[in-house]
C-alpha cells in the first residue's frame, strides 16, 4: 500500500496542482521551491516558432510528474507562482471528499 492520509490512500484525494499553459512563463519557481518531488523539469525536444502558444516556445518548463507527492492542503507553489499558472481544486470540495472517504476507509 502507498502512503496514506488521514488512513486514506493519498491516491484517491485529488489535491494536486495542475498547470495552465497559457499563464506559465518557465520560470521554473515552482520545481525549484517544491521538496516533495512534484514537479520535474521538462526538456522540450519539439520547440514550435511558428507556435502562437509561449508554452510550445519555452525550451524548459514545469511539469506534475508526481502528483500524489504533493502534501494534501499545501499550495504554496500557487501561491509563489508570479504568473499565477499553477491551480488547485477548491478547498471546500476536497474537505467533502476527505470526510467521505475516511468514512469509507475507518476500520480498514
Avoid at 2 to 21: A, D, Q, S, T, V
Avoid at 77 to 85: G, R, V
Amino acid at each position: 500500500m502507498g502512503k496514506l492520509y488521514m488512513g486514506i490512500p493519498r491516491e484517491k484525494i485529488p489535491w494536486f496542482p495542475k498547470i495552465n499553459k497559457d499563464k506559465c512563463s518557465g520560470c521554473l519557481t515552482c520545481v525549484n521551491f517544491c521538496r516533495n518531488g512534484v514537479y520535474i523539469v521538462e526538456e522540450n525536444s519539439n520547440l514550435d516558432s511558428a507556435s502562437t502558444s509561449k508554452w510550445d516556445k519555452l525550451k524548459k518548463r514545469p511539469k506534475v510528474e508526481n502528483p500524489f507527492n504533493c502534501v494534501v492542503g499545501c499550495s504554496a507553489c500557487a501561491q509563489l507562482c508570479p504568473m499565477e499558472a499553477i491551480e488547485f481544486p477548491e478547498r471546500k470540495k476536497i474537505v467533502k471528499t476527505i470526510w467521505e472517504l475516511a468514512s469509507k476507509y475507518q476500520g480498514k
